[in-house]
Structure formats: C-alpha cells, structure tokens
C-alpha cells in the first residue's frame, strides 16, 4: 500500500496464474520445450499440455507482480498494473495480490479470453521450463494506466514480456515516459533471453531513452548486447549511464553503476526446490534496497537474500516472513 510520500514501487506486467508439475528432462524433449525458458503457448497448445503434464499446485504467478509481492513483503509499498478475466484465476491473482499488501486496481478485460496462466515444469535439479498462454494480458493498454499512481511511485519496473503484445508496450512507454516527467525512476526486468531476441532492437530503444534500471541474467545481457560472453556484455553495458544488476544463478550477481562492476556471491541454500521466481525475487530486494538508500552492493545481497528464499519451495513467491529476516 502506498506510504504518505507514495510507492516505492510500481510494476506493470502480465497478471498470470502458475501451474506446476514436476516433470524430468525428457518430458521436455519430449514437448520441444527449451529448458529454462518462457515459451508463448495458443489456448490450444496450453489445453493439450496441461493434459499431458501432472499438475501438483497452482499459485499467482507473473514476473512482476512476483516482484512487488516479495518488495512488500520486505517492507517496501507497491502497487501493480496488470490485466486480468473475471474468471477464477483472475479473482484469485487479484486476491492474492491484495493480502500481500499491494496496491492494485485489478484492471478486468471485457474480453472473451481468460485470465493467463503459465504451465511451468520443474525438473528434479529445480529448474523451471514455463509455458505462458497470455489470455486477458493481451488486452492490457495504455488506458489502463493510472498516470497519478504511476507519478507517486519513486521506481516504475517494467517486464520485458510486455513488450510481446503492441498495446501493453503502449502501456510501458506511457508509464516509463509519466515516471520520468516526475522526475522517478524507471527499470526494466529483461524477462527470458528468446523474449529479448524477439525484441531486441526495441528493448535497445526503450533502455536508451526512457531505462535507469536494468535486471537480467547472463542470457539475456549477453543476448541484449550481441558479445560472445558476459565480461563483454558488462563493457557494452557499462558504456551506458544506467545501473545494471545481472543475475548468475548460484555465482550472485554483478552490479554495474558508472562503469564499475561489483561482484556480489550468492546465498547458500541447503536444496533447491523450484529456481521460478529467483530473479523476480532479485528484483525485488533489490529495489527494496534502494527505496531504502543502501548502497548498490547491500541492494545486490538483499536480493540474493530474498531469491533465497523463494528457491527453497515451490512456487515464485516467498512464503517465510521476509521482514523477520531483515530485522
Ligand atoms: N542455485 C542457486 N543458489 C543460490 N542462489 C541462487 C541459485 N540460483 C539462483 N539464485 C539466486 O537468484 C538470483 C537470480 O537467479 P538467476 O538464475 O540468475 O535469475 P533468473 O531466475 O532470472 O534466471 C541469483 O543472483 C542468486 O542470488
Ligand atoms: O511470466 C510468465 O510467463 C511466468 C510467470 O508467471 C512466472 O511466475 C515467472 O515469470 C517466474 O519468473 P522467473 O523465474 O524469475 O523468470
């Protein structure tokens, strides 16, 4: 919820609801998924696989708004922009998302699709291999901007998935352009690296002219930046006047600000359940972070604190009480 002065921070992303099973490496193979990636699904390609996987639980899902849950659950206010059906799923990502505390309007299409869903593999080393039919996400636009919520949040993120429906990559842009008319920040989460192929020129674009904030993980980087492997990309990166954070799994992170990168490790976690969520969860402490005023290293390790976490369950978002942690 917002505080006097406003949010800390503001998502706009694809309102999704997570299922999931846990499948082994041949099942993938079997369904031509490429490990560890998000695949754009038809309603017809999502039917047959549900069929064919073995569901074992369905959560509120979606990049972003996995963000912002985790960011209030840290403490920071949060709101969301997203898109969602007047169906089950859509009453119940709403739900879920207000009893975490954030602040959503729970925009609802007045189309014939349903709230989106994500089928989402885990296999046994606890990798996710996610399969999104976008439904009502594709609806979102940007009339459903709320540009007075959007001035009073001191960081807007962005998900790049948006970026694969036209009229919800109207929205971003008169998000991020509203956010820096009030002098806020704007970042940008680089998504999957097949959806910054898809986009790449665009997300080039976007960053140049409207980014401060940029989080991705080795891919993606290394895709956005065309370089043979990560030290190049953080050169091309560095280049820029931006902050850059880019995710390695269990190496932790690397921070970039003014040309500097800082190197920070990753948290020891005992057993890995089910990694969807972790750069979300990234995401989220470290912005968190920075509504805080920490420096970007202590921004960093509150991430990788909070990606912890929710890499111990199943499921993108945290289920242990992440302010007792901080305290
Ligand atoms: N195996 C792991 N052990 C410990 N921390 C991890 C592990 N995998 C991911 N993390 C944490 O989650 C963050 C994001 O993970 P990463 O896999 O790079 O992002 P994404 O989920 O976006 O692909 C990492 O920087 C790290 O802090
Ligand atoms: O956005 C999607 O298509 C799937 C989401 O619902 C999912 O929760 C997700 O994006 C997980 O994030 P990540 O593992 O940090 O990439």
């Known amino acids: 919820m917002a505080s006097e002065n406003g949010f800390d921070v503001l998502g706009i992303g694809n309102a999704i609801v997570d299922i999931f099973a846990h499948e082994d490496d041949e099942f993938l193979a079997l369904h031509g998924m490429p490990k560890n990636s998000m695949t754009l699904v038809d309603a017809e390609r999502s039917a047959f696989l ?13 990049s972003v708004a996995n963000t912002v849950v985790c960011a209030a659950g840290l403490g920071s206010a ?13 009453i119940a990502f709403t739900a879920d ?15 014939l699709t349903g709230t989106a869903c994500s089928l989402i593999v885990v296999t046994p080393d606890g990798h996710r291999t996610m399969n999104t039919y976008l439904g009502a996400c594709v609806e979102l636009t940007a009339a459903d901007v709320d540009t007075e919520l959007v001035s009073r949040a001191r960081v807007t993120c962005v998900e790049g998935y948006l970026f694969d429906s036209p009229p919800a990559k109207e929205a971003v ?26 986009h790449r020129e665009e997300f080039r674009d976007f960053i140049e002219e409207h ?8 891919a993606e980087v290394v895709s956005l930046c065309e370089t043979d492997g ?20 269990a190496h932790g ?13 990753a948290e020891t976690v005992a057993r890995i359940v089910d990694t969807t969520g972790a750069g979300d969860a990234y995401a989220a402490g470290f912005l968190h972070g920075l509504a805080r005023g920490l420096d970007l290293p202590s921004c960093a390790r509150t991430g990788s604190a909070a990606a912890a976490e929710v890499i111990g369950h199943l499921g993108s978002r945290p289920q242990a009480d992440l ?5």
């Open 78 to 90: 949060a709101a969301f922009v997203g898109k969602v059906a007047a169906d089950e799923f859509g």
């Open 323 to 327: 302010l007792l942690d901080e305290a």
């Open 97 to 111: 998302l207000r009893a975490a505390g954030v602040d959503f309007g729970a925009e609802v299409s007045s189309g």
């Open 253 to 265: 992170s690397v921070v970039l600000e003014s040309g500097r990168a800082v190197e920070v490790p």
């Open 173 to 198: 842009l008169l998000a991020a352009r509203t956010a820096r008319a009030a002098g806020h920040r704007v970042a940008l989460t680089l998504s999957d690296s097949y959806c910054v192929e898809r």
């Open 230 to 249: 990560l030290p190049a990309a953080l050169s091309a990166l560095a280049e820029r006047d931006l902050i850059a954070a880019v995710t390695r799994g």
């Open 211 to 218: 980014v401060d904030l940029v989080f991705g993980n080795e």
């Open 50 to 62: 549900y069929g064919s996987m073995r569901p074992v639980a369905k959560m509120s899902g979606g």
